[in-house]
Structure formats: structure tokens, C-alpha cells
């Protein structure tokens, strides 16, 4: 795995312009620039220009190396198409952010600028102390909290505050974790003040978000202005994610008894605010991504549950909130969380990345009391203020402040509506009912920093998130940039939530670049055998899913094309083909029941089949299976290519804007068959990207399962349909029974002018070359079973339920029969068949999904 920054020099393959040489003389390019540029706002630092209006150096040195302007082009306009391939690249990486609301959640397309955020190496040096300083100052706080607790007994820290506090965990008490190492990695929000300072705002230490988000910022503006970005020496950042990797391999091989150990990144699951960057680091990180479900406690310890059974867990990078955790000790309605976890951590078998009991830290109310405990357990006063802070459970803080509150904002102490803290309305009765749950900060005016959009240079405060990451050896490193966010107007706060934009944020530096790679020191035998990504239970059953409704909605597209061009020939189809046709339009959800045959009135058939096509309530409907497609591949986000799940995730959007109509109105013919025939060809694409662009290891043999098992029970009950209504006496029944097994060219090249039911038996049902016939659908499906994990006697059960060879019918068995014998034996087979393929798959399930007890379980 490279670094971000090494991909800037080596990959060419994006749809950026190239980095020329700077287009304009000296200064040229900076008047450019500021001509577009609003005037400064006053009251607030500037991070673009001086006090006396002049521009940073640094910005002076950016505009210097901006990319020359394409042909034509101004320099505005040409910051306006890397805008725009900012955005084009966003969308191509589906990159996401969910935002909640009443409704429920909804993804929205994460927003990032086109210009950084500059932080000039001074600047960054006393960021780096303070936050490294303050780092420290929170670790040995935990350690104290506890373990014998003085801040409390010496009054430095107000009992109420600490103990009224769901985050502070009694479970936890007098718990030394592995390494002794409570918190990995600590996240700041930093914002300057009107006078240059740089001042702490919150800080996260549960599951710090928002590392995922700063790689790929990193690696798509970097690459948008590649001679800035060697030139002003921008610090990289590849070394503090490999840090962190190594710091919790490092504890979790003393847990692991000294053997390579197993490591995984746990998530809410893909509802969370942040699922992409999730996804995104745990590709990069090389960990598998896992849910609370799919981690099972025994014996204390902690275990994954995989395909293959029960795989030990040594260590776990957490970006599951603490209450959530276990809902055995900590929040019993929790099915994000892993029973038994708190006792795992109790008994030193799992080190997490942080480790339980540290969300007190993230109340505003703790910022008021950290100067004098830095000086008590530090020797040192704080070297990067905080906002000041005054916590209204003491009476003499709130009496200080209650009568000056204009200038300052009421934040909860304790956790509302899931967050950390609330900002509510300044009202004196809302703090007297309850002084200890109320805290008052100072209202900061963030600096601005230059957005450019809309051909414009526009100011926007701006609050950047700073990360320490600890080495295990007693020091901290902070990563060199973090997340920069914007919002659209002045705020207390700047959240993403509330239409917020993100910035790459460049450190600059006056010394050497880092260089360091994601690659680390040579591996071993055993840890390539380690490292050997195992597939997890739920990981498996989405794998397989993902295959099933691959192929049902590929069966589905083709079975409405089919149906839509009978209704719109001009002859008249048999009677029998139309029965068949119309049984199996409702039976596969195109249509709804009760609705009046072909036969009966093809005119309302046509218009059920047009409007249940994007019907995504009906749960046999395209667009339902669509979205179903969709949602798998949300949750393997990690395993799926870029393109992959992109194309995935646009059938859904171009299916249903292909057909939309007129209020009231259906799509119409001439619309809806172009759109099936885009969904076809999208469909294959995302066939071959399964079929030929997928590691074969046990996830995309139960994907292929999956499908294979989907088309055996689609082509058997397509055959049935046609067989319970005899529409196979005709030549027209014949070819679309052809055409749904995509077999039509074989059949004519093979067997010319002749459409009788024993030249379709041999080609549909006995010709194991045909990967559309019962016999190849079998022989592939006998194949992949005998690969899944476990041993061959094991699997057995599972083979044979199957016919040891080809469909469980021979051309032989067929010999002297004629056309109604020939009907009555295929009925009877494809019955047999459809029924064991719906059993095979259910017994995948209990076998590979649930892990019942004593089931082929590694311990």
C-alpha cells in the first residue's frame, strides 16, 4: 500500500489537468487571484490576507505555483474546472457523509473546497506543543480517574461533574489496560481568534471521526495542485496513520501471546454519520471492517465470528461510542455493541483503540478545571488555551458569568440527543433548575479562510481538527494537518451536519518532508498467513446476497423487456404464452395480483407493469431490487472497488429518472424499454466486475453460490410457467422461453429451423456447457460448494442435495418419449429443482451465517 503523497507523482489516470509550469510572471498570478477575491471582514483574522491587506506569504507562494489555465481559459475559469473535478472525483470515489434529521437518514455527497487551508511551520510548531502537551495531560487524567483518584479527593476536579457523567464507566474502575495505554489517538478542534491565536474548542477522544475523510482530502487536492504541493514542502501524513496501525499491533502482540496478532477497525454499521471514512480507512489500514454482530465474547476474549468459524481478536480500532458498546453493562437497548465486551477489557484480552471511559473528557465543563490539573500533574501551565469556561454547578462560576451572558453560548455538560453537548438559548431559569447540567463558554469569532467558488474568492469561518496519535512508548506525534471544515455562516459551531464544507489542510515546513510509506518492514511467513483477510459471517451473507439480487434483478429486467415487447407486438401471441407470460409477470412482482390477464385486458396489464417498475414499495418490483442491491453493497463497502459499487449504487438513480412522468402519469413505452436496455448493459458490467475483478477467497465463492442458487430457482420457475400453460406447443412460446434463458442465438446456430421440445430440452436442460442451463447452472454450483470452508466430509450434506451429475436427467431417460412425456418429466424435475435450491440456500445460512454452537468452530 503507498502513501497518499506517492501517488501524487506516480498515477495519471484521474481527469485532472496536468500541473504545468505557473502561467503568469511574478505576481501576476496572485492579481489574478485577488481580483476575485471579497474584501476582507473585519472583526476576524484573515487567513488570506494580513491586517494591513497585503496577502500571506504563503498564499503569495501558492498563487505563484497555480497550474497553468488551459487553452482559453482565465484563471477563474480554470479554478472553476478543478472545482468541478473536485466534485467529479467525490462522486466517482462515492464518497459520503449521512445526515439525519426526522426523516430518518439520508447519504449526501461529502463536500470538499478546492483550495487547502496554510499553516505556516511556526504556526504548527506551538499547535504541535500544546496539543502534544495536552495529549499527555489527558492521558494521565484517565490514570488517575481510575485509579486512585486525587484530583477528586484534592478538589481539582468537582465530583458531581465526574460521577453525573454516563461516560465516566464505574465498571472500569481500577482496570489497567494492555500496555497501559488508555487513549491512541485524540482529536481537537482548534479555531483562531480575531487575534491570531489558536484556541481548543472540544475535543473527542471516544472514536475520534474524520481520519478516513483526511486521507482522501489529502489525496484528491494534492493531486489538483501537484507543484504548490512539492514546492511550499507540505508535511505528509502517510507516517501517523502507519504510527497508530503500529502502536496497537504492537500492545495486541503481548496479548496475542507474542504471535502475529489479528486486528479489525469496529463501526456502527453503515447508518453511522461517517460509514464511508470508516470503510475507506479500513481498506487503507488493511483491516477488516466489523459491526458489533459480528464479534462474539467467550472465555473472555474476544472472537470474530467468520465463514470458517470462530477467528481470535487482539485488538480493536473503535469508532463505536462508548455506551454502545456493550449492552450487557452499558446501554441494554444497544444492538450496535458486542456482549461481554467490558469484561474483555476488564481482563486485559483486547486492547482498543481508546480503550472504554474516556467520554467524560468531551464535556466543555472539563476545559474549566484542565489548567490548574496540568499544573498539578504536569508542573506546567496549558501552552494552547482554551475557550474559557465556566461550569455552573459551582455557584460562584455561575454567579460570575449569569449576569453577562450577551457575548457567550450555554452548552449542556452532560450528553443530549446524542451528542456530546447541545448549545441551547441563554435563559437564567433553564441553569437554575439544574446548575450542574449547564455550562457557559466565551463566544469565539472563527478566523476566515478563502473558499473559492462561483468564480469568487469568498471568506468563511473555519475550524480545523487536529489529531495525536500516542506511540506506546510514553510520547506523542501529531499528524501534520487534520480536517479543515467551513461553514456557510458564523456559528458557534462548525458542523457538517448543517451544510458544512471540509478543506485539505497544508502543514508547511521548513525541513525536510516526510516520505514515509503505508508500506512497512518485509513480512514474514507467518504474517502473510496472518494477514490473509478472513471473511466474516455477516460480511459472507451480504457477499452472497449481493449475488442473489445481482441476479434476480438481471432475471427481473429481462422477464419485463420480454413482457412489454409481447403486449406491444402487433400479432396476437397465443393464448397459452400470454397465460404464462401474464402468471409469471405477477408471480415475479412486475405486476400486481388480481390484475386483470393479458388474456383478460392487455391494455391494464401494460399500465400495472409500467407503474410497479419503480414502485420501490413493492418488494418484487425493479426498483425495489435495486435499492436491495444497493444496500448490500453499502455494508461492503470495503471489499468492493470504486467502480463497482458506484455503478451499483447509479442503476438505482438513472433506473428512476429514466422514468419519471408527468403527476399522475406512467412512464410510457418508448421510455421504459431504452431505460431496461441501459439497466441490461449496467447489470453486465456489474456481473463482470463479480465474475472477473474479485479476489477468489470464501466471500465471493458464497457471492457466486448466491447467484448461481438465484438463477437455478429464476430459470426453474420460468420453466414451470411455461410448462403449467403449454405455451411451449408454440414457436413463439419457444423463443421467449429462449430469450429469458439468453440462450436464443445458441438455439438457432445449433439447431436451425427446429423448435421442438426435446431440442429445447438438451440445450436448456442437459447441456452443462450452457452457463444458462440447469445441467452448467449444477455443474458450477457443484464446484463452488466443494471450495466453501470446511472439510469434505463436512460439506457433504450440502453436494448432496444436488444430482451427483448434470440436471438428475439424461438425453437417454428421454429416448421414444414424445412431447407431453417429455413436458411431465421436465415439470417434475424443475419442481425438484426450485425446492432444492431454496433449501440449499437456507442451509448455506445456518451453516456459514448463524454459527451455531459446535459447528465447526476454531477456538
Same mark, same amino acid.
Given at each position: ?591 400486481? /395480483? ?176 450452457? /452457463? ?88
Amino acid at each position: 500500500m503507498t502513501s497518499p503523497q506517492s501517488q501524487t507523482q506516480s498515477q495519471g489516470t484521474l481527469p485532472f489537468g496536468p500541473g504545468g509550469s505557473p502561467a503568469f510572471g511574478q505576481g501576476g498570478a496572485l492579481d489574478a487571484l485577488m481580483r476575485h477575491a471579497l474584501p476582507a471582514e473585519a472583526g476576524v483574522w484573515d487567513e488570506l490576507r494580513q491586517p494591513g491587506g497585503t496577502v500571506r506569504p504563503s498564499w503569495q507562494r501558492f498563487a505563484q505555483l497555480l497550474p497553468a489555465p488551459g487553452s482559453g481559459l482565465t484563471l477563474a475559469a480554470e479554478l472553476d474546472r478543478r472545482r468541478a473535478q473536485v466534485a467529479q472525483q467525490i462522486a466517482l470515489d462515492g464518497v459520503t457523509h449521512n445526515v439525519f434529521d426526522e426523516h430518518g437518514a439520508a447519504a449526501r455527497a461529502w463536500s470538499l473546497e478546492l483550495l487547502p487551508l496554510l499553516i505556516e511551520p511556526a504556526e504548527w510548531a506551538a499547535i504541535e506543543a500544546g496539543v502534544v502537551q495536552r495529549s499527555g495531560l489527558l492521558e494521565a487524567m484517565l490514570a488517575d480517574l481510575y485509579g486512585p483518584r486525587t484530583l477528586l479527593q484534592q478538589g481539582l476536579l468537582p465530583p458531581a461533574l465526574l460521577l453525573r457523567h454516563p461516560g465516566y464507566l464505574r465498571p472500569m474502575l481500577g482496570v489497567q489496560p494492555p500496555g497501559g495505554l488508555r487513549l491512541h489517538i485524540v482529536a481537537y478542534d482548534l479555531a483562531r481568534g480575531p487575534d491570531g491565536r489558536w484556541w481548543v474548542v472540544a475535543q473527542r477522544t471516544q472514536g475520534p471521526s474524520g481520519l478516513g475523510y483526511v486521507l482522501h482530502n489529502r489525496m484528491v487536492i494534492s493531486r489538483q495542485f501537484p507543484d504548490a504541493f512539492r514546492e511550499l514542502r507540505v508535511q505528509h501524513i502517510a507516517s501517523s496513520y502507519r504510527r497508530l496501525l503500529d502502536t496497537v499491533e504492537t500492545i495486541a502482540r503481548d496479548v496475542a501471546g507474542g504471535a502475529t496478532p489479528r486486528l479489525a477497525l469496529l463501526t456502527p454499521g453503515p447508518y453511522s454519520e461517517t460509514y464511508f471514512e470508516h470503510a475507506y480507512l479500513a481498506r487503507y489500514l488493511g483491516l477488516p471492517l466489523v459491526e458489533g454482530g459480528d464479534l462474539t465474547v467467550r472465555g473472555e476474549r474476544v472472537f470474530l465470528k467468520t465463514v470458517e468459524g470462530l477467528e481470535p481478536v487482539h485488538g480493536l480500532l473503535r469508532r463505536l461510542d462508548d455506551d454502545w458498546c456493550d449492552p450487557l453493562e452499558l446501554r441494554p437497548d444497544s444492538a450496535l455493541g458486542v456482549p461481554g465486551l467490558l469484561q474483555a477489557a476488564r481482563a486485559g484480552t483486547v486492547v482498543m483503540a481508546n480503550a472504554l471511559g474516556s467520554a467524560f473528557l468531551e464535556s466543555p465543563a472539563v476545559q474549566g478545571f484542565l489548567p490548574g490539573i496540568a499544573r498539578r500533574l504536569l508542573g506546567q501551565d496549558l501552552l494552547l488555551p482554551a475557550l474559557p469556561t465556566w461550569w455552573c454547578g459551582e455557584a460562584a462560576a455561575w454567579h460570575d458569568v449569569r449576569g453577562a451572558m450577551e457575548h457567550k453560548v450555554l452548552r449542556s455538560t452532560f450528553p443530549q440527543g446524542g451528542r456530546t453537548s447541545q448549545v441551547r438559548d441563554r435563559t437564567s431559569a433553564r441553569v437554575e433548575l439544574d446548575p450542574d447540567a449547564w455550562t457557559v463558554q466565551d463566544r469565539l469569532r472563527f478566523s476566515r479562510a478563502p473558499i473559492w467558488g462561483g468564480s469568487m474568492l469568498s471568506p468563511r469561518p473555519a475550524m480545523v481538527r487536529v489529531y495525536a496519535i500516542a506511540d506506546g512508548g510514553g510520547r506523542w506525534h501529531v499528524l501534520p494537518g487534520g480536517m479543515t471544515r467551513v461553514s456557510q455562516r458564523e456559528d458557534t459551531s462548525v458542523s457538517m451536519q448543517r451544510g458544512g464544507t471540509s478543506l485539505d489542510t497544508w502543514v508547511l515546513t521548513e525541513g525536510a518532508v516526510d516520505t514515509f510509506s503505508m508500506l512497512p518492514q518485509r513480512l514474514q511467513v507467518d504474517d502473510i498467513v496472518q494477514r490473509r483477510r478472513p471473511v466474516s459471517s455477516r460480511t459472507g451473507e451480504n457477499l452472497f446476497w449481493l449475488g442473489r439480487y445481482t441476479e434476480r434483478t438481471e432475471q427481473l429486467v429481462r422477464l419485463a423487456r420480454a413482457t412489454l415487447l409481447l403486449i406491444d407486438a402487433d400479432s396476437d401471441a397465443d393464448h397459452s404464452l400470454q397465460r404464462a407470460v401474464s402468471a409469471m409477470a405477477v408471480s415475479n412482482g412486475l405486476a400486481p /395480483p388480481g390484475v386483470p390477464t393479458l388474456l383478460q385486458s392487455a391494455h391494464l396489464f401494460e399500465r400495472a407493469v409500467l407503474a410497479g417498475l419503480s414502485d420501490v414499495q413493492e418488494a418484487s418490483s425493479v426498483a425495489y431490487n435495486l435499492q436491495a442491491l444497493e444496500r448490500a453493497s453499502q455494508v461492503l463497502r470495503e471489499r468492493l472497488s470504486s467502480e463497482h459499487w458506484g455503478l451499483i449504487r447509479s442503476m438505482g438513480a438513472t433506473f428512476a429518472q429514466a422514468l419519471q412522468a408527468e403527476p399522475g402519469g406512467l412512464p410510457t413505452l418508448p421510455q421504459v424499454l431504452p431505460a431496461l436496455d441501459t439497466l441490461a448493459l449496467q447489470l453486465a458490467a456489474v456481473t463482470g466486475a463479480q465474475t472477473d475483478r474479485m479476489t477468489r477467497d470464501h466471500g465471493w465463492r458464497l457471492l457466486t453460490v448466491g447467484r448461481l442458487l438465484e438463477r437455478l430457482i429464476g430459470l426453474a420457475t420460468r420453466m414451470q410457467a411455461f410448462l403449467d400453460a403449454h405455451a411451449l406447443d408454440s414457436a413463439a412460446g419457444i423463443d421467449l422461453l429462449l430469450e429469458l434463458f439468453d440462450s436464443a442465438i445458441t438455439f438457432r446456430a445449433r439447431y436451425q429451423r427446429h423448435e421442438d421440445l426435446l431440442a429445447l430440452t438438451d440445450l436448456l436442460v442437459l447441456d452443462s456447457s450452457n /452457463p444458462r442451463s440447469f445441467s452448467g447452472v449444477l455443474r458450477r454450483l457443484r464446484t463452488e460448494l466443494k471450495k466453501l470452508p470446511g472439510s469434505e466430509a463436512s460439506l457433504q450434506p450440502l453436494l448432496a442435495r444436488l444430482p451427483a451429475e448434470g440436471a438428475g436427467l439424461t438425453l437417454d431417460e428421454l429416448r421414444g418419449l414424445g412431447d407431453a412425456e417429455i413436458a411431465a418429466r421436465l415439470r417434475q424435475l424443475v419442481l425438484a429443482l426450485r425446492d432444492t435450491a431454496l433449501g440449499l440456500a437456507d442451509e448455506i445460512g445456518v451453516r456459514f451465517f448463524t454459527l451455531a454452537h459446535g459447528q465447526d468452530q476454531r477456538v
